[in-house]
């Protein structure tokens, strides 16, 4: 089985072609604007060297950075048309409060408060009426174009009030996207409305990336199928992306940290992905990347998407280091072959602050040679102030996790390492989040709240199972293949003693894939 995995960064673009474990040939090129040409460009390099390849292609999995551009970029976002259910309570936080002004803006075209919903018990909050669906169907009509969001107060307890209100809305406008939020979130209602809104607003640009991604592979000629990494380092099916591409947001720095479990056959690890741009710290944890149980901003929303632990600086090789020895945030990205020192540039990067070290090859070092040692010193002092706290944030009480270093800025931190640090050799290290890519599992999962009194625990916990199992099929997943990953059995407070929140989740091969991947190599 040939496997092409593909990661799409903010400065490169990198491949990794896998045959059956073994890792064949991999290419780094500098990404562009288009990111359909950065996929191509990355494509036409690796046929080069593997003219046989297309015809060899089993599967290809890509991570990108698109739809999370989209949302800082402010664009390619639907206007969403916001439908809370609940009223009166909690008209004084109308939809997309808190939100950035131009995001919100973009992001939200109008909003309807309406009554509906439920009590945390399950009662019935109040009852829609007549008026409250013609002021629906209004506000509809006046805004033909708009995806739909249904939010309603513990909808995860009690989802009928969201779906009978999508149900009834559908029948009028079948064409009509709706999204009901319980399918995004837990119990919070402000995170999971946000949530569902931010996913909402993408799904028109993400029908038009997948159908520019099937585009991009018929150009070349490519039958294989493709899948897109998610935030946890599975993957999702090009259908699902469609509907759920705000699962994409964190793919990048996932892919990397599956990669290290691939490369070194860890499964446990603190790993620290360099880019050009940022560098992104997380954890692995029993081969995946740890999940982040808080809530989770995205451009200061705050939202309930399931996300990587993950904390990040603006640390890459194109970062800017200034007169005083700080760096950063500010980076020259996917210029950095023409702007650094280096490679006859005008911008004073991290690169070549490493090349001035001796610890990178790239460019010519006498271009850096009149950066004085203290300078030099100086620059490192203020990486390990910003570093080694981070590192230790991650590691919390768990002492003995080692610390993989890999990306293709890796090298940058090699001056500044602690002895417990590892570095991955330089040819698999600044391709591992595309081995990554190409090594992720399909996953499935269910989300309820329940109690127990009046679902026992066994029966909840095996429906949910069947749930997760249907949800990774979906996915691309293979149902007789699966694997449990975890169960998550978290007491609501405030709610009685036998309300609890349940998560399940599985995992398998993805469909086209007979074996995983297994590549070992690490040196220091």
């Not at 007169?323 to 540039?345: H, I, N, Q, R």
């Amino acid at each position: 089985m040939i496997v092409l995995g593909i990661d799409v960064g903010g400065t490169h673009t990198d491949a990794a072609l896998v045959d059956d474990g073994r890792f064949i040939d991999g290419v780094k090129v500098s990404s562009s604007k288009d990111v359909h040409r950065s996929i191509l460009n990355a494509l036409d390099v690796l046929t080069e060297r593997q003219p046989d390849l297309i015809e060899r292609l089993d599967l290809i999995s890509l991570g990108t950075t698109q739809f999370t551009n989209a949302v800082v970029e402010r664009r390619a976002l639907a206007p969403v048309l916001a439908i809370r259910l609940g009223a009166p309570s909690g008209k004084g936080l109308p939809s997309g409060v808190g939100w950035p002004n131009d995001l919100a803006d973009h992001a939200i075209k109008a909003s309807l408060h309406l009554k509906g919903g439920h009590l945390f018990t399950g009662e019935s909050l109040s009852t829609l009426d007549d008026q409250d669906l013609a002021s629906c169907h209004d506000l509809l009509s006046k805004h033909s174009d708009c995806p739909v969001v249904i939010s309603a107060p513990f909808s995860p307890i009690r989802p009928e009030s969201e779906l009978g209100l999508a149900k009834a809305l559908a029948q009028q406008d079948p064409r009509r996207r709706f999204t009901c939020s319980q399918t995004m979130g837990g119990l919070g209602l402000l995170e999971r409305e946000n949530a569902a809104i931010l996913n909402a607003a993408l799904r028109p640009y993400a029908e038009d990336v997948v159908d520019g991604y099937h585009r991009a592979l018929d150009d070349r000629s490519i039958k294989a199928p493709f899948f897109v990494s998610q935030n946890d380092g599975t993957v999702l099916s090009a259908g699902r992306i469609k509907a759920l591409p705000a699962l994409t947001f964190a793919s990048g720095p996932t892919n990397s940290i599956r990669g290290v479990a691939e490369v070194t056959a860890l499964k446990d690890a603190i790993v620290i992905d360099v880019g050009g741009t940022t560098s992104d710290i997380g954890v692995l944890k029993q081969g995946l990347p740890r999940t982040s149980h808080q809530v989770v901003e995205i451009e200061t929303v705050r939202t309930h998407f399931r996300m990587p632990d993950l904390v990040s600086l603006g640390l890459g090789g194109g970062t800017l280091v200034h007169e005083d020895g700080t760096f950063g945030p500010e980076s020259v990205g996917y210029e950095l072959g023409s702007k650094a020192l280096v490679f006859g540039g005008s911008s004073l990067t991290l690169s070549d602050i490493a090349v001035r070290a001796g610890a990178m090859a790239i460019g010519d070092p006498s271009l850096v040679a009149h950066l004085s040692d203290g300078f030099i010193d100086l620059v490192y002092d203020r990486i390990r102030a910003a570093v080694y706290p981070l590192v230790d944030q991650m590691r919390g009480e768990q002492t003995a996790l080692p610390v993989i270093v890999v990306g293709g800025g890796a090298a940058i931190l090699r001056p500044c390492a602690e002895a417990y640090w590892s570095f991955l050799d330089a040819a698999v290290s600044s391709l591992v989040n595309a081995i990554g890519a190409s090594a992720a599992e399909a996953s499935g999962y269910a989300d309820e709240v329940i109690h127990f009194n009046d679902e026992p625990r066994t029966l909840a916990i095996e429906r949910l199972t069947e749930k997760a199992l249907d949800d990774l099929e979906s996915s691309g997943g293979v149902r007789n293949l699966a694997a449990l990953s975890s169960i998550e059995e978290n007491h609501v407070p405030y709610l009685g003693n036998a309300w609890f929140r349940v998560k399940v989740s599985v995992r398998s091969p993805i469909a086209p894939m007979v074996q995983p991947l297994n590549i070992h190599k690490v040196s220091e």
